[in-house]
């Protein structure tokens, strides 16, 4: 059968190695090795595990044999991949390239794309179902408080039905991720309220939601590009496939669906803390007062390439803290960008929130404007930094 786009299947690997140490079957890690060995691409580029299961680091993989290194979860990994392309990759002009990307790397690299800073004809993309990630920290805190285990004994974890499990040579362990996020120790905040589970942007979407009666990976195939990969991995009997299961497509629908419902009720808690007005700008003001002028949130954007500092001077030279100008032009320049990847806060040294700020902006612009960042590849039809509509603006200069 020749994949089409809109497809989907369960697929498993044929390699024995790569379906015993893979999450879910191993077709992702299959994929990607059949890509790199075929000549389809020249590069991996995933993430592996370093020290230990707190430590994801980013790998660029020419040797196939080398892709079972990237395989199995990584929750802990809060890494966003997609400005890799840019600053070490080459904006992947002259090379092709395979990634397994989740749904915030997907709209990362959509949104370089825009801006011509990645050539996304050279990117074979892999979408990986994504629910959230967790900080290290919190991990550590979390496994040691509610599981009370050393945190330093867990070998391997997984989220499975709204529980995140954890195994060491005691055994295994399980909570609940609504209890552990009632208590602050779950998923990242933007994770939570983030609203791109399956990122279909990519050109196959694979993940483990729909899955019934078997070890496999749920594949939908999503381009012309990824119905010739999966096409030509069926033909050399790199992965197996089969339809799935009706009940499968069910659960898969109803997974998404409830997770999208999460999302838009942390959305809502956590926009409702913001306040409004004046409640909001003045709680900005005083978060953002501790800034120490690091750079590290424009440095991290995917979204914003002026990583210059002389481009956001808005102070005398050296003030620190900057005046609240300066996060109010960085504000301004993501507003209609943001994907939410919640870096900017994660990496700020003295913990603004300031994907919380940003991301309250953009889906308040996003509602306005009706465009939402990293979805597709179009532009704004208005740029939501025009505060008033064309037309009153012509009439109030007198125009016509």
């Known amino acids: 059968m ?13 390699d024995h190695e790569l379906l015993e140490k893979g999450e879910s079957g191993g077709a992702v890690s299959a994929l990607l090795k059949f890509a790199l060995e075929s000549g389809n691409v020249d590069v991996v580029l995933g993430v592996r595990k370093g020290a230990d299961i707190y ?3 980013p790998t660029l993989i020419t040797d196939p044999a080398e892709i079972s290194e990237t395989s199995g979860s990584l929750h802990f990994g809060t890494l966003l991949l997609s400005k890799l392309f840019t600053r070490y990759l080459g904006k992947a002009e ?6 397994a990307l989740k749904g915030c790397d997907m709209m990362g690299v959509y949104e370089l794309a825009k801006r011509g800073e990645i050539r996304l004809e050279n990117i074979l993309m892999v979408g990986l179902n994504c629910g959230g990630t967790i900080t290290a920290e919190t991990g550590r805190v979390m496994i040691s408080r509610k599981f009370g285990v050393d945190p330093d004994s867990v070998t ?3 989220i499975s039905k709204g529980n995140f499990i954890i195994e060491t040579p005691a055994g295994e362990f399980s909570e609940s991720m609504d209890e552990l996020e009632e208590e602050n120790m779950g998923r990242r905040s ?3 309220r983030c609203k791109l589970k399956i990122p279909r942007q990519a050109d196959l979407a694979c993940g483990e939601w729909g899955v019934i009666g078997t070890d496999a990976t749920f594949v939908e195939v999503c381009s012309p590009k990824g119905a010739e990969l999966l096409e030509q991995a069926i033909a050399a009997d790199v992965v197996d496939t089969l339809p799935p299961v009706p009940k499968g ?10 997770m999208l419902n999460l999302s838009d009720s942390w959305r809502e808690k956590d926009f409702r803390a913001l306040g409004e007005g004046k409640s909001r700008l003045k709680q900005m003001v005083d978060e953002t007062s501790r800034c120490i002028k690091c750079y590290t949130c424009i440095e991290v954007c995917p979204a914003l390439q002026m990583t210059n500092p002389s481009n956001f001077t808005v102070d005398a030279l050296g003030k620190i ?11 301004s320049l993501v507003a209609d960008s943001c994907v939410n990847c919640g ?3 994660e990496l700020c040294p003295v913990d603004i929130p300031n994907a919380l700020f940003m991301h309250a902006m953009a889906v308040e612009l996003q509602e306005a404007y009706g465009y939402e960042a990293g979805i597709d590849l179009s532009n704004p039809r208005v740029s939501p930094l025009e505060i008033f509509p064309r037309e009153k603006k012509q009439k109030k200069s007198g125009k016509q």
């Open 2 to 14: 020749k994949p089409l786009v809109g497809d989907v299947f369960y697929a498993r690997a044929c």
């Open 55 to 57: 430590d994801a680091i």
């Open 94 to 99: 002259d090379i092709m390239i395979a990634a």
């Open 156 to 158: 391997k974890e997984r």
């Open 190 to 192: 933007n994770c939570r």
């Open 249 to 258: 497509l069910e659960i898969r629908k109803k997974a998404e669906q409830s």
């Open 321 to 331: 803290p900057p005046s609240f100008a300066f996060h109010m032009l960085r504000y």
């Open 343 to 345: 870096q900017c806060e």
